[in-house]
Structure formats: C-alpha cells, structure tokens
C-alpha cells in the first residue's frame, strides 16, 4: 500500500488573513490530512483553525508510531479535536463568536476514518475496474437545513434567515461533537479533502475524475486554483488531494 497526496491552502480574492489551516502527515501505510476553515471574523476564524491543526500536530507527534488498535487511536483523535474546540471556546470573549470546521481523515493501512463538523467537505473516487466510476461526496454538510424538520424547512421566513448557518463547528459551542464514518479501503482510492472557498465556485466531483485519470496530483491542484482565481471567488480556499494505491 502507497500514500501519495499534495495539498494547497491559498488567501484567494479576499484581503487579510487566510483562514483556512490544513495539515498533512503520513509515515508509511499511517497518515492524517485535515482541512480546517475558520468562521470567526478578522483574526479570529485563523486563530481557530491554527488552533485545531496544533493538536492534530500535536496528536501525530505521538501517535504516529502508535500500536494501539485503530478503534483506540481513532478515539484518542477525537478528544484531541474535542480538546482543541475547548481551547478556541475558553479564549473567546463571552460576546464574541470564534470557531472553525474540522474535515480530518485518518488512515492506517487499509482502515480509514473520516470525522467532520462544519462544511468543510470530503469526496472519494474508487477505481472500479470494469464499472462506472463515480465521485461520491463523503460528509454531510452541518447546516441549518441538514438538521431541521420539513415544517421549519417550509417556513420561508426561517429559511432565508438560517439557510447555509453552521449549527456544529470546532469552538463555537462549550461541547464538541463530530459525525465519523468509518472504512476499509479495497482498491485503489483517491480522496479529496476542501473547504467551501473551492467547492462552491468549482465543479470539485470533475476535477476529481481528471484526477483519478491523470493521477497528478499537484497538477490537479494547480487546475483547481485556475479556476477557483477565475471565478472571482471571494473566499480563502484549500484542498488536499490524497491517492492510495494497493
């Protein structure tokens, strides 16, 4: 088993700070890769996704030559997370709102899991021999309208007011809480892991087909950040590209 992967976070057409933070470390058939997006305001949105790659650092340092089961390792990874979101919640002035999105994934040999919260976003392409090959969208979007009922949904008013609001994030909430999804990864399998400074001006499940085909990986990016700057899209943006073959 081979991990290949290559990574961008860029400021975009938006002035100031970026806040998007990424990470990526790999030993082996072992890495983790995560994008995070701050959605504080100023310095803040960078001071929470700094926040929550330091402890992903800081897990990696010591686990990477872990020998506990993955079930094990996966837990101590989400009350890093968990750790972290505190963090970005103690430092915050009680009348202020600072947090970040977490899209994080894991793999160790063939096991892999996926933890997120927010809208940061997770794809995945699988090469099926033979079939049709399809780029399926990993995570569920932690918007208001994900989580609400079709009643409050039908309520225009609230529509309009919530559509598109973060109901979990890192550090916006005294309690943190993340989805998971775990996996066994059979063939060969590209992942794609980017904010939503990408994914809502680029077509990302296309770019991910060019991808599996090409398998160039910092080609691929250079391609996403073309279009993205074209777009005129006003947002930071990040992406990780992450290829394992078997």
Do not use: H
Not at 5 to 33: H, S, V
Not at 165 to 174: E, I, M, Q, T
């Amino acid at each position: 088993m081979k991990i290949r992967y290559a990574g961008l976070t860029d400021p975009g057409m938006r002035e100031g700070i970026n806040q998007d933070a990424l990470e990526m470390f790999c030993q082996d058939a072992k890495g983790l890769f995560l994008v995070a997006d701050g959605i504080g305001g100023c310095e803040d949105g960078a001071r929470a996704s700094r926040t929550v790659a330091d402890f992903c650092r800081q897990w990696w340092e010591k686990n990477k030559d872990s020998e506990l089961s993955f079930e094990e390792q996966l837990e101590s990874l989400k009350l890093s997370l968990e750790q972290s979101s505190r963090k970005i919640w103690m430092e915050t002035e009680k009348n202020q709102r600072c947090g970040s999105t977490v899209t994080a994934l894991f793999i160790n040999r063939k096991q892999y899991a996926l933890l997120w919260a927010g809208d940061s976003r997770c794809y995945k392409l699988e090469n099926r021999w033979g079939r049709r090959e399809k780029v399926l969208q990993m995570t569920r979007d932690d918007t208001w309208e994900n989580w609400v009922s079709e009643d409050e949904m039908a309520d225009a008013g609230k529509a309009r007011e919530n559509k598109g609001k973060l109901v979990r994030a890192a550090g916006v909430f005294p309690e943190f809480s993340c989805a998971i999804q775990q996996g066994v990864i059979e063939r060969t399998t590209l992942f794609g892991l980017c904010t939503d400074g990408i994914y809502k001006y680029v077509n990302f499940e296309q770019k991910m087909m060019e991808c599996g085909k090409k398998k160039r990986l910092r080609e691929s990016l250079w391609s996403i950040k073309e279009e993205v700057y074209k777009k005129n899209a006003p947002d930071n943006f990040s992406c990780i590209l992450i290829q394992i073959a078997l």
